[in-house]
């Protein structure tokens, strides 16, 4: 009780499966162990909402001192790949957990199911039913009125034996046969009416090739392997609540070892879709350019993007464990991303859209090298050298010709600080033909290095710039919303959530930045000081680097004149 009155910090109070997996700790079930599992299938890449799952499983075990293994669950040979099972690993590793040398198949336990599957049977607990799909659909009944029993129903155990081994053996057809457990036809629950257990399917498998043409549904595998491994607490999402008393079903039946499976409320992000399936239909047409696609919620296309495995740790954290379906808003992903950043990123100078600026009184062939701050978040980050001379580039619109009220950026006649650089004023406005502004003539004070002038005068607003000679031309890839629509599904009649594609969700363009990134590596993270976060996407090259915008920034400016 003391403990809880003292208890402040949000983070330490606890989610309802926290309390569970303590109960059983205290009150000695399974002998005060905890093992979770991560069972993905590996038909697709792990999306963020896998990374939820990822870090409560590893985040329980590693809590409670217990284990997590990763378990592949490679029950339909059809839709599944090594691809699959390779990235899965990999995003796994990135995320930061490690399943040591647990690492487990479903696949591995074919035969260990395959004896389950007879000993249901021998217990008269299963039978073959030769009824088609369609035949079977009719039987099921409705939630609203029971099914009624298969005409197969009724097989002696001998004979469902016999074709079940048959089955195995590859003499029938796909779809002809299948093995059903014994339940009630009349259940309420509509999984309870005699489910499938095993299905034909001469299909090569990518682990067990040939070796198997039937195979176990997931219904059949989950919780058995849960069990041959021992797992604790089987924890998933909310859909597979009324799954659960088929789950609990077989292990009573085949007398093995209990887990309990708890259920949580999936992750669910606005403008953002989370479906396996719908994420592979976009990428076979083409609609994103691959799964690591910076604008996917795969993670390995948030890596590309430029997200740290901290910042999704952290955001699966915040968004913590409910038993009710909800809609995160995507803002607080970004908002946890900025907050990583701001400590880890370097900050350099960038110019997205330029403006020439030649300081009229600026020595013609000189460059200096003003030490700028590489992190003021980091004290150990230290201090770069950036070049200035005589020609620059600003941002188009830190400058206005007639400018409004608040506006305190460069101007005829007035005065800015260029960062890091100097004070300078604005003394001729060049336009072309048009009249587009094409340069500024502007004076600087050579009293002001670094940035502050001795009479102490100020000046209200403070710039970035780069030196035109030393700055690198890069490729910037902006990035907007995958879709345009809070919830992507929420479409005209007729219409899929592909017609909630947001058309402009990439923009390419080109930018001039500091000389100092030119050693940059592929996923290196910046801060284009007042722009945005960046960072090194895996097409860039020493002498063509590009960029991704991993986020904007939020009024980063108003901070640094705050400061001065
Ligand atoms: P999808 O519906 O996106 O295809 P899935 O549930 O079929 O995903 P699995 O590979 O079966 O994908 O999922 C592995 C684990 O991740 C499961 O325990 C599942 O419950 C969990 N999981 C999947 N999606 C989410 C989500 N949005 N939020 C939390 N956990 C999730
Ligand atoms: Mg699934």
Partial sequence: MQDKAENTDVSEVKHFIQEIVENDIKSGKYQGRVHTRFPPEPNGYLHIGHAKSICLNFGLAAKYGGLTNLRFDDTNPVKEDT???????????????????????????????YKYAIKLIEKDKAYVCDLSQEEMATYRGTVNQAGKDSPYRSRSVSENVDLFHRMKNGEFADGSRVLRAKIDMA???????????????????????????????????????????????????????????????????????????????????????????KLLELVKGSFVNGWDDPRMPTICGLRRRGFTPESLRNFAEKVGIARRDNIIDI???????????????????????????????????QVEWMDAVNNPEDELAGIRKVPFSKELYIERDDFMEVPSKKYFRLSPGSEVRLRYAYFIKCEEVIKDATGN????????????????????????????????????????????RLFLKENPEDCADGADYKSNLNPDSLKVQ???????????????????????????DYDSKPNSLVFNRIVTLKDSWSKIVAKE
Wanted: with cysteine; charged share 30%; hydrophobic share 35%.
């Fill in 83 to 113: 691809e699959y099972v390779d990235s899965i690993k990999e995003d796994v590793k990135w995320l930061g957990f490690s399943w040591d040398d647990r690492e487990y198949y479903a696949s591995d336990y074919f035969e260990q199911l």
């Fill in 187 to 277: 259940s309420p629950n509509m999984l309870l009416r005699d489910p499938i257990l095993y299905r034909i399917l001469h299909a090569e498998h990518h682990r067990t090739g040939n070796e198997w043409c039937i195979y176990p549904m997931y219904d059949f595998a989950h919780g058995q392997c849960d069990s041959i491994e021992k797992i604790t607490h089987s924890v998933c999402t909310l859909e597979f609540e009324v799954h659960r008393p088929l789950y609990d079903w077989f292990v009573k039946e085949l007398e093995i070892y209990a887990p309990q499976q708890i259920e949580f409320a999936r992750l669910n992000l606005t403008y953002t879709m989370m479906s396996k399936r």
């Fill in 331 to 365: 803002s607080l992903l970004e908002f946890c991303l900025r907050e990583d950043l701001n400590k880890k990123a370097l900050r350099v100078m960038s110019v997205m859209d330029p403006i020439k600026v030649t300081i009229i009184n600026y020595p013609d062939n």
């Fill in 437 to 480: 502004i094409i340069e500024l003539k502007c004076t600087y004070d050579v009293a002001t290095k670094g940035g502050n002038a001795p009479d102490g005068r100020k000046v209200k607003g403070t710039i970035h710039w780069v030196s035109k000679a030393q700055a690198l031309q890069a490729e910037v890839r902006l990035y907007d």
């Fill in 510 to 536: 080109s930018c001039f930045v500091e000389p100092s990134v030119k050693a940059a590596e592929k996923l290196d993270k910046f801060q284009f000081e007042r722009v945005g976060y960046f960072s090194v």
